[in-house]
């Protein structure tokens, strides 16, 4: 069955389909053709329909940033295009609008921060990651999570809104799925086996999970890496009351895989949800610890986390801790994990000795 996708920012670009554009100028038909043609095996080049079938998401990537380079917005204001994906009955992404009504702005599949095309950041890996410290009661470390961060060579841009302008055009599953990737193959090359790797996902980029997660999966055994040591966290940004979300969390496990839920506290991270989601960590927002050694009510909302998370034997780590006073009285309230700038910010390789107090 096939459905054509306009809300990009609602549903994830896919891994294989047909990209089709409209222009009425001759020049600008010209330019699509040249443009589709240096892609597109020859047998598949229908340049009178001005189409592209993909095979894999990199050969739609290749051709957003070829026409992003070559079509100004206003340009590219005036070129309509549509993607039509293959997909099942039971396809929870699929888009029910009708074919006749899916055209949209080419100008709406471009995305760009810092200067730089969002396709170039996933294609060419314009990013990496940086690794924080996770350490336990006596300062040792425990693990690292795993932040993506820009080159040091290129200008700086936040992650928040890299990812943000990915999901605005449809291609965070790519930028999703790439960052995972990074990690895990940067965490087999400077960890040992026995230390967590942290490492952030988005819910919504997994628009058929058994598909999304397998080169992750196959990142996993190709690095030789323990899937218990990976803990993958659901970014705490997004809706977490989708149905959906138990069966990608079972899915993890099959693999040997933990969880965590992150920002817990914050937003849409409720104990309720905690509750129902029953992840193997979670990570309490550094808005209840801070100054939490001073605040009664803070405390009062610690003890109660940690006696939900006891339900189901999570294990509560605590983020944001900057204060010697803050971790003192976290661990006398029995909270094991912490992380924070007490224990060492984000940077290239491990910190082998976390600067903590005794």
């Known amino acids: 069955?096939?459905?054509?996708?306009?809300?990009?920012?609602?549903?994830?670009?896919?891994?294989?389909?047909?990209?089709?554009?409209?222009?009425?100028?001759?020049?600008?038909?010209?330019?699509?053709?040249q443009a589709i043609a240096e892609l597109a095996a020859p047998e598949e080049t229908m340049p009178e329909r001005l189409e592209l079938q993909y095979s894999e998401h990199n050969q739609l990537l290749r051709l957003m940033s070829k026409l992003q380079r070559h079509f100004p917005a206003a340009e590219a204001g005036s070129v309509q295009c549509r993607i039509r994906f293959a997909t099942e009955q039971d396809d929870p992404a699929a888009d029910d609008e009708p074919a006749d009504d899916a055209w949209v702005s080419l100008a709406e599949l471009f995305g760009?921060?810092?200067?730089?095309?969002?396709?170039?950041?996933?294609l060419h890996r314009h990013f990496t990651v940086y690794l924080q410290p996770i350490?336990?009661?006596?300062?040792?470390?425990?693990?690292?999570?795993?932040?993506?961060?820009?080159?040091?060579?290129?200008?700086?841009?936040?992650?928040?809104?890299l990812f943000e302008s990915a999901r605005k055009i449809g291609?965070?599953?790519?930028?999703?799925?790439?960052?995972?990737?990074?990690?895990?193959?940067?965490?087999?090359?400077?960890l040992s086996q026995g230390v967590k790797r942290f490492v952030n996902f988005l819910p919504s980029s997994l628009y058929r999970p058994e598909t999304c997660l397998k080169c992750t999966f196959d990142t996993i055994r190709e690095t030789g890496t323990d899937p218990g040591d990976c803990v993958f966290e659901v970014m705490e940004s997004e809706p977490l009351d989708d149905p959906g979300l138990p069966a990608v969390f079972d899915i993890y496990r099959q693999e040997g895989v933990r969880l965590a839920l992150d920002d817990v506290g914050t937003g849409?991270?409720?104990?309720?949800?905690?509750?129902?989601?029953?992840?193997?960590?979670?990570?309490?927002?550094?808005?209840?610890?801070?100054?939490?050694?001073?605040?009664?009510?803070?405390?009062?909302?610690?003890?109660?986390?940690?006696?939900?998370?006891?339900?189901?034997?999570?294990?509560?780590l605590a983020e944001g801790i900057e204060r010697p006073e803050e971790w003192l009285y976290l661990k006398r309230a029995g909270v094991p994990l912490f992380q924070g700038f007490l224990f060492g910010r984000a940077a290239p390789v491990p910190l082998a000795t976390p600067a903590t107090v005794g």
């Open 135 to 161: 350490v336990g009661l006596d300062g040792s470390v425990a693990g690292y999570e795993f932040l993506t961060r820009p080159l040091p060579e290129q200008a700086p841009f936040q992650p928040s809104g």
């Open 112 to 122: 760009e921060v810092g200067g730089v095309s969002v396709a170039d950041y996933i």
């Open 268 to 316: 849409f991270a409720t104990l309720d949800v905690v509750e129902r989601l029953r992840p193997d960590y979670v990570k309490m927002d550094r808005k209840w610890v801070s100054h939490c050694d001073e605040d009664p009510d803070k405390q009062r909302y610690i003890d109660r986390l940690l006696e939900r998370t006891a339900r189901f034997h999570g294990v509560v």
């Open 1 to 33: 069955m096939s459905r054509y996708h306009r809300a990009f920012s609602s549903f994830p670009l896919r891994d294989a389909g047909t990209v089709e554009f409209a222009a009425e100028a001759p020049n600008m038909r010209e330019r699509l053709q």
């Open 171 to 190: 291609q965070h599953s790519f930028l999703d799925r790439a960052a995972r990737k990074l990690a895990v193959r940067v965490g087999a090359a400077h």
